[in-house]
Each structure stands twice: as C-alpha cells, then as structure tokens.
C-alpha cells in the first residue's frame, strides 16, 4: 500500500463522487486532507467519516472559480500545516447542448469551473508546495472527453482537452524550476457520479434507454461503448490517482493515466 504518512492532500470538488472517493483514499494511506466544495453539509459529513474512521481530514468552503477564496483556502493550509504535498484539481462540472443551441453562459460556466479553477489552483497551490523542497504531486482532473470528441458535449469537451495541455506545459515548468512537483492529468471513462444528473439530453446518447429525464442508463452506455461492458465507481479512479500522489509514480510527469475500461482504444 502505498504510504502517505507525513503528506499534506488538497482536494477539490471533494464532496461527492470522484473527488470524495479520492479524498477517502489519500486518508486511508496517511495522508491528513483538505477537503473543499461549495455543497457544505455534504462536504463536511465526508470530512466527519473520514476522521471517524481513523483518517484526518478538515473540510473548508471553496468556490473555485473565485481567486480571493483560493487565496485564503491556501493561506489557511499554510496557516495549519505549513505545506502542501498532493493537490487533487479534481472541482468539475459537466452540461451538454448542440453547439447551436448552447448559450454563452453555459460556455463560459463550464470554462469559469473546470478550466479557470483548474489555472487558479496550480497559481496558488504551487508556491506553497515548492516551502518544502520536497517535491510534491498535482493531479488534475480532466477526462476521456480532453481525448476524444463527444457530440453534444462540445463545452465539456473544449475544457478537459485544456486541462490536459495545461497540465503538460506546468509539468514542464516545474520540471524547468527543478522543483520536484510531478504533473499529470487523469481521464475517467464512464464513472457512476452525480455530474451525469446534469447532463441533459443530447444527439449522441438519445439512442441509449434514460432513466429520466436527465439521467443517462450508464450501463446501457457502457454495454455499447466500453469494452469491459461495465460502469466504472469513482473508487477505481481514486486508486489511479493514489498511485500519483505516491512516490511509485516518481518518475511520471506531463502525462495522462486514462482510467476507462478501455472506452478510447475503439
């Protein structure tokens, strides 16, 4: 099992599915995590299970697409902990629409979220990972969509393709500051999580049974387009992400671990 004892983990989005199976799972390796989401009940009842089940976790409020409370969720990690070792960008959301359809305002949702918080955690983040000299390992969350194109979802598409470029070029000027920070992007596949409940309907998935009217039949879906035929749980995401926040991914940057049942090799 890979130990994180010692190891200071930030997680974005923490409140439910990926980013609450991730943060679960750095604690149960040793890691004591920062858990923020703008959903505070939810986010502090996964912070209260963690804690009970052993774990140490605080949770804090955070809108990631605001600079002035990235500035002070890092200021008080530095406050209490004085450095940070693992930052999960993991804070996302997803809404499909025709191109020709879609507003500018759920355009810019989308980019204002899932690339602009992604560009302010890697500005904030970083300075006080580098206190250290350490070294130190950012993972951000992007997609299967940041590889492959998706009709109807061209606004999700556009901003996890951004945030695997984005995650190269920081893991090259880490790599140029020669400070010890790893950088790479994850990409889940099909994963049971509640950001399909805000996916409408599209071109491209009305061919595949729904179970309301916004709720896509996963596993319809992945019976159709994955070859393991399944639908994956953000738990298999969280052991990917695991590995990079670990010293058995030392020699990792600039990359992407694509965690998809085999959904991109077709």
Same mark, same amino acid.
């Given at each position: 099992? +890979?130990?994180?004892?010692?190891?200071?983990?930030? *997680?974005?989005? %923490?409140?439910? /599915? &990926? $980013?609450?199976?991730?943060? !679960?799972?750095?604690?149960?390796?040793?890691?004591?995590?920062?858990?923020?989401?703008?959903?505070?009940?939810?986010?502090?009842?996964?912070?209260?299970?963690?804690?009970?089940?052993?774990?140490?976790?605080?949770?804090?409020?955070?809108?990631?697409?605001?600079?002035?409370?990235?500035?002070?969720?890092?200021?008080?990690?530095? +406050?209490?902990?004085?450095?940070?070792?693992?930052? *999960?960008?993991? %804070?996302?959301? /997803? &809404? $499909?629409?025709?191109?020709? !359809?879609?507003?500018?305002?759920?355009?810019?949702?989308?980019?204002?979220?899932?690339?602009?918080?992604?560009?302010?955690?890697?500005?904030?983040?970083?300075?006080?990972?580098?206190?250290?000299?350490?070294?130190?390992?950012?993972?951000?969350?992007?997609?299967?969509?940041?590889?492959?194109?998706?009709?109807?979802?061209?606004?999700?598409?556009?901003?996890?393709?951004?945030?695997?470029?984005?995650?190269?070029?920081?893991?090259?000027?880490?790599?140029?500051?020669?400070?010890?920070?790893?950088?790479?992007?994850?990409?889940?596949?099909?994963?049971?999580?509640?950001?399909?409940?805000?996916?409408?309907?599209?071109?491209?998935?009305?061919?595949?049974?729904?179970?309301?009217?916004?709720?896509?039949?996963?596993?319809?879906?992945?019976?159709?387009?994955?070859?393991?035929?399944?639908?994956?749980?953000?738990?298999?995401?969280?052991?990917?992400?695991?590995?990079?926040?670990?010293?058995?991914?030392?020699?990792?940057?600039?990359?992407?671990?694509?965690?998809?049942?085999?959904?991109?090799?077709?």
């Amino acid at each position: 099992m +890979a130990d994180l004892s010692g190891k200071i983990a930030l *997680v974005t989005g %923490a409140a439910s /599915g &990926i $980013g609450k199976s991730c943060s !679960e799972r750095l604690a149960k390796a040793g890691a004591t995590v920062v858990l923020t989401d703008v959903q505070d009940s939810v986010g502090k009842a996964v912070c209260a299970a963690i804690n009970q089940s052993g774990g140490k976790a605080i949770y804090l409020h955070q809108d990631v697409t605001s600079e002035d409370e990235w500035i002070g969720v890092i200021a008080e990690v530095r +406050a209490q902990f004085g450095r940070l070792d693992v930052f *999960v960008n993991n %804070a996302g959301i /997803g &809404i $499909g629409g025709l191109v020709t !359809e879609m507003t500018l305002e759920t355009w810019r949702k989308q980019q204002a979220i899932n690339v602009e918080g992604v560009f302010l955690g890697v500005k904030h983040s970083l300075p006080l990972m580098r206190t250290s000299g350490e070294g130190g390992s950012i993972i951000n969350m992007s997609s299967v969509a940041g590889l492959k194109g998706s009709a109807g979802m061209s606004a999700y598409c556009a901003t996890k393709g951004a945030v695997r470029l984005f995650s190269k070029s920081i893991a090259l000027e880490c790599a140029a500051a020669g400070d010890k920070i790893r950088v790479n992007s994850v990409h889940p596949g099909i994963i049971d999580t509640p950001i399909w409940d805000s996916i409408s309907d599209t071109v491209e998935l009305t061919s595949v049974n729904q179970q309301g009217a916004n709720r896509i039949d996963l596993d319809a879906m992945t019976a159709i387009t994955t070859p393991l035929a399944r639908t994956g749980v953000p738990a298999e995401i969280a052991e990917g992400v695991l590995f990079l926040a670990s010293d058995a991914s030392s020699y990792i940057t600039g990359s992407e671990l694509v965690i998809d049942g085999g959904l991109t090799t077709r």
